[in-house]
């Protein structure tokens, strides 16, 4: 009877909550009826579907098949809670981290929404990996030998391609960055290893069957059902392999778990705040810049009647390219002021 009453508790609170938009209302409902699967793309389905503590084959199956890498096979997972950013952040992105048999470390993170500064905190994120493999080392700097230091391998599983992607004329749904190339065309081997993976563009390849003729298929299909697990087509095209019908099966369980169902209804609620906080910046910033620009333009006007430049004033008002003109001049003018548009 608790039980059915925490079903009906919940089922309450996400109907009547006023912040979720109906399509997701309809999900998590469908979720607690136990007429849908919690997305792969949640924190707390993901690490119970992928974990390489429970499910090694599958965190290294993604990790291979992403990287092209079959020598990436977990000896021991890995705590990376040095590696996590602050709490907002942890809410949108996690991720797992396994030792690899040959000493490397690599690292699974899904992101749940659109993430602009994605190439930065790559960058950041893969490093801080070198400097925990290298500390892990436990060897003195000046007994080091650099051609056996180990490499951090870094896939990105991404629901919504950020903006840089989405633009990229590529038909491929994984890019994958192994080398540096210098401006003079000379390639570089790097320690840091990333594999940036488009799971929604993957989706709509495998629906549209638009893939490319080398294409990964048993891949391209894992990718397709983290994208979207409840997707009767997704289903109905790959539920007959052993190794992906143990994932929905899996999946099943977990999705009827009282305490799995409420966390991704607070899951779905931080990606809500978070859109909601994004969009008050954006406007914030749209104000702000507005309100700069107007106090530059009175200034600028002030500053022409000041010097008798009233025809000046006249002629910036309806023309854009002379107003600029004279931005320009006023700038040079006044630059050890520390003048800014």
Partial sequence: MTQNNNNISLRAEIINNMDLSPDIKKLLVSI???HALVPLTTDVMAKRIFSPDLHPERFDFLMQRIMKDDTLVTKSPASNETLLDNMESKRLIFDMSSWITDGRYANLEFQSVAQEFIFNRADIHSSR???MLYSADCRKKDTVNYKNVKSAVVVILMKNSPKAFKEFNSTRYIHRIKTATSDTGMEFPLLRQI???????????????????D??????????IIADINNRSVYDATSNSPFIKNIYEDAEIFS???EVQ????????NTVFYDMEMQGAEQRGVQEGIKRGIDFTNDLYSWLYSNNRDDDVKKASFDSDYREKLFEEYRSKHSDNNIEA
């Fill in 256 to 258: 009827q778990d009282r």
């Fill in 32 to 34: 607690v009826d136990g």
């Fill in 215 to 224: 294409e990964d298929l048993e891949l391209l299909a894992i990718l397709a």
């Fill in 129 to 131: 990996m070198l400097m």
């Fill in 195 to 213: 594999a940036f993976v488009q799971l929604d563009k993957a989706l709509e390849q495998f629906l549209n069957k638009t893939y490319n003729q």
């Fill in 262 to 269: 409420r966390m991704t209804f607070e899951s779905e609620l």
